[in-house]
């Protein structure tokens, strides 16, 4: 039995898509406009499930990165297996409802042993295979992760996970000493790497620099991930554009969080934010370096606001950074899956049929309003044409 969608907006053409069983049987151009516009499902690539949804009972009194984390620290003691299975049961349900087909999240690991949240996320991952395929990666600190009594015990349990090593990188002391150890550690193991860097507006932060350094000694090319580099913001435009040419060259990803990053950054409670820390999304990405969004926080003291939905945060990155969501739709769909290691998604003849419409003529239109109708469809199965986003 073949499905149609006629009128749909697909790599600035319209076409009919036609579906035959699970996967995409024929493409055929239209001359009239489009109702709806077509993208493959999306993978998002930095997400906190062990910290969602805490807002309520977990709010900073102190503005900035650091309140959110001094809040959070505070919070971990609520963290039991209960907690932990229901607040991120939540998040995998309202990911999976928003068409998500594959996530990253990052797990606070504060100690040698891995934590219970770590146990957690890996036995409800499994529960969500052939869904939505969830990647763990330890977040450590730099410090931690980068002490040769404590980094290899964390880093044999990741890799004996087949997960990713990650940590927090933010004007560190010893930073090249420790960072070279966490490659090493990578190396050994045969890991991909994601950091958490320069999450702030000090013009001196920059750990990037060092990173990019590294993956290229190492040729760790498409294995190195960063997050945030809210300092390239600050930092002179010359030594940015080198910085910017070395990670193109290195093979080093950048996630921008644009929600969290515009919450956090400047913040002081009592007077409208100047800087807002979104790297330089433009210049990235004409450098030739994969930027990619992600969700990041969610409904947790580091932003209190959000969901699990990438087309949300698609049109906050278009507002935020000025940019054409049409042109960006890689940086939420097969970006992040090259970064994560996986087969990055496509609408084609031949492939399977996972993917999302949304209605409107064409992108601007889709991202007017979050409460433009959406179908998703998963393996050529139509569901939720009625759903509209929160």
Same mark, same amino acid.
């Given at each position: ?127 969500? !295979? ?6 763990? +990666?330890?977040?450590? /600190? &730099?410090? =931690?992760?980068?002490?040769? #009594?404590? %980094? ?25 000493? !420790? ?6 550690? +990578?190396?050994?193991? /045969? &890991?991909? =790497?994601?950091?958490?860097? #320069?999450? %702030? ?190």
């Amino acid at each position: 039995m073949n499905t149609e969608f006629s009128h749909v907006l697909l790599n600035g053409s319209t076409v009919a898509l036609t579906l035959r069983g699970e996967r995409i049987a024929a493409i055929e151009p239209l001359s009239e406009s489009a109702r709806e516009v077509a993208m493959p499902l999306p993978v998002d690539p930095h997400v906190h499930l062990d910290k969602t949804f805490t807002a309520r009972r977990c709010r900073s009194t102190k503005p900035g990165l650091f309140g959110a984390i001094e809040a959070m620290q505070e919070d971990i003691a609520n963290w039991s297996e209960d907690d932990l299975r229901s607040r991120i049961g939540r998040a995998l349900d309202e990911a999976s409802e928003n068409g998500m087909t594959a996530l990253r999240s990052h797990v606070d690991w504060n100690e040698p042993q891995a934590p219970l949240a770590w146990h957690i996320l890996g036995e409800m991952a499994q529960g969500w !295979r052939g869904r939505l395929h969830v990647q763990r +990666a330890s977040l450590t /600190s &730099l410090d =931690l992760l980068g002490d040769p #009594d404590y %980094g290899p015990c964390i880093a044999d349990r990741v890799a004996k996970d087949g997960e990713v090593l990650g940590c927090f990188v933010y004007r560190n002391s010893r930073i090249d000493e !420790r960072l070279a150890r966490v490659f090493a550690l +990578a190396d050994r193991h /045969s &890991l991909r =790497l994601d950091f958490h860097v #320069d999450e %702030g507006l000090e013009a001196d932060a920059n750990g990037f620099d060092r990173i990019v350094t590294l993956t290229a000694r190492h040729g760790f090319r498409g294995r190195v991930l960063c997050g945030h580099a809210c300092s390239l913001s600050t930092r002179p435009e010359t030594e940015v554009a080198r910085t910017i040419d070395a990670a193109a060259e290195a093979g080093v990803a950048l996630t921008v969080l644009p929600t969290a990053n515009l919450w956090l950054q400047d913040s002081s409670g009592d007077r409208t934010p100047r800087m807002r820390g979104l790297a330089p999304v433009h210049e990235l990405r004409a450098a030739g370096v994969s930027v990619l969004f992600g969700s990041d926080n969610v409904a947790d003291p580091f932003y209190p606001f959000g969901s699990y939905d990438s087309v949300e945060v698609l049109r906050m990155a278009s507002l935020s950074a000025q940019l054409d969501p049409e042109g960006w739709l890689d940086s939420i769909t097969a970006g992040p899956a090259r970064s994560m290691g996986l087969e990055p998604p496509e609408l084609a003849v031949g492939t399977p049929a996972n993917f999302m419409l949304i209605e409107g003529r064409d992108w601007n239109e889709a991202l007017r309003s979050p409460r433009a109708r959406r179908q998703i469809v998963r393996m050529g199965r139509v569901g939720q044409e009625e759903r509209r986003a929160a």
